[in-house]
């Protein structure tokens, strides 16, 4: 097996953490004690093409393949859990949709601007009672001539406060289960489109998170993504991309947690000695470097097969589920020991440890629960409902 990376990949990974290092590392502990939208950041980020890695150069991407989007997302979630949680949305649940399923027109519209860093978007399937159980929505698109008058409410939006679209999944056909939503692009400037209070999380605090509300929002049959009826299909194909990114975002917290407790274990003296050299410090550095690898390999892997799925036409489901979940619960694993290595120290806020705790829980949630991805890949593995 060959696991060396392409020219291409490492320059991009090696951008992204000179980038990481000097740009977001100095700047993050303010960001999440403030909960303030890192603006100025993320358009560098879009400027040195982050927000649109696999896009294509025509739309203002950097035309590169998801192994070496999840080396960048690696390297920005180790600085930052926040600012990769927007770069991921931006990436994997926006841009790879439109790609897939969009016009050339809608590609030029929605993607352009938004691979670039000009502005920003998001992703609009959960609501307030369908998490999970996203097919269970409410929002309704009712046809109105040319235009679909949208009502209803969405929640949990990364971005949605600072968002300029967003890809939105509402009901056209009640009657008709998951095969009765369609896809929406929102322009939230536009009469009807309201933000609700921005989130108070536990973690990724910086990355503003919020309910939106669409009032007899008139949307555009053009801005329409695919036929009628594609939506639940296309929310689902855009999942599996989006798993991708939470687990080289998981990998990437991971890692700065366990590369902190190495050097910590190494310089912290106790009873005359380094406590690296403890049997029990050892034991856990050695658990954490385990787990760190086999998430990081299993996130390679699912990468690697999305450009075999995209040629045969399958889905990329089970090596993305497993990706993610593996992945979400080696960062927990892994900033919970970080935390105890680091004793006291790790409970202060004068130390990064307690944000990669924080910000590593929500990794075990969003775009499936641990609980979905079990059952996802179990039905795909035994073929039963």
């Known amino acids: 097996m060959d696991f060396s990376f392409t ?10 953490r000179d980038f990481a290092q000097r740009e977001i590392v100095p700047v993050a502990a303010e960001f999440d004690i403030s909960g303030t939208f890192p603006e100025d950041t993320l358009r560098k980020a879009g400027e040195l093409g ?50 897939k399923y969009g016009t050339e027109e809608q590609k030029q519209k929605f993607v352009t601007p938004v691979a670039s860093g000009e502005v920003f978007a998001a992703y609009g399937l959960t609501e307030p009672q369908s998490g999970s159980d996203a097919a269970n929505m409410r929002t309704r698109a009712v046809r109105d001539g040319d235009h679909y008058v949208i009502n209803g409410k969405k929640s949990w939006i990364t971005s949605g406060p600072v968002a300029k679209y967003i890809m939105l999944f509402a009901v056209t056909d009640p009657d008709a289960g998951p095969k009765g939503v369609s896809a929406f692009m929102i322009d939230t400037e536009k009469h009807g489109f309201a933000c609700g209070k921005t989130e108070p999380k536990l973690g990724i605090r910086a990355s503003a998170t919020c309910e939106i509300e669409l009032s007899d929002y008139r949307c555009s049959v053009e801005d329409r993504i695919s036929a009628e009826g594609d939506g639940f299909k296309i929310a689902m194909s855009i999942l599996d991309d989006g798993r ?13 947690a366990y590369q902190a407790s190495l050097d910590y274990a190494r310089e912290r003296q106790a009873f005359g000695a380094p406590i690296g050299s403890f049997q029990m410090i050892q034991s856990k550095i050695a658990d954490m470097k385990m ?27 089970t090596e993305a589920s497993c990706a993610k979940l593996f992945a979400s619960e080696a960062a927990m694993f892994i900033t919970h020991a970080a935390v105890q290595i680091h004793g006291g120290m790790g409970y202060s806020k004068e130390m990064p440890i307690e944000r990669y705790f924080r910000d590593a829980k929500i990794t075990e949630i969003y775009e499936g629960t641990s609980e979905i991805q079990r059952m996802v890949i179990a039905r795909q593995e035994t073929g039963l409902r």
């Open 291 to 317: 787990r760190l690898e086999a998430a990081r390999l299993l996130t390679l892997k699912a990468a690697w097969n999305k450009r075999k799925a995209a040629a045969t036409g399958t889905r990329n489901t």
């Open 50 to 99: 982050f927000m649109g890695v696999e896009v294509p150069e025509e739309y203002g991407g950097s035309a590169l393949d998801a192994v070496g989007f999840a080396l960048m997302m690696e390297e920005i979630a180790a600085a930052d859990a926040a600012h990769s949680t927007v770069i991921s949305v931006h990436n994997s649940l926006y841009c790879n949709g439109i790609l």
């Open 7 to 16: 020219e291409e990949q490492l320059m991009i990974q090696e951008a992204a």
């Open 244 to 256: 991708i990114g939470i687990a080289a975002q998981a990998v990437g917290i991971a890692r700065a």
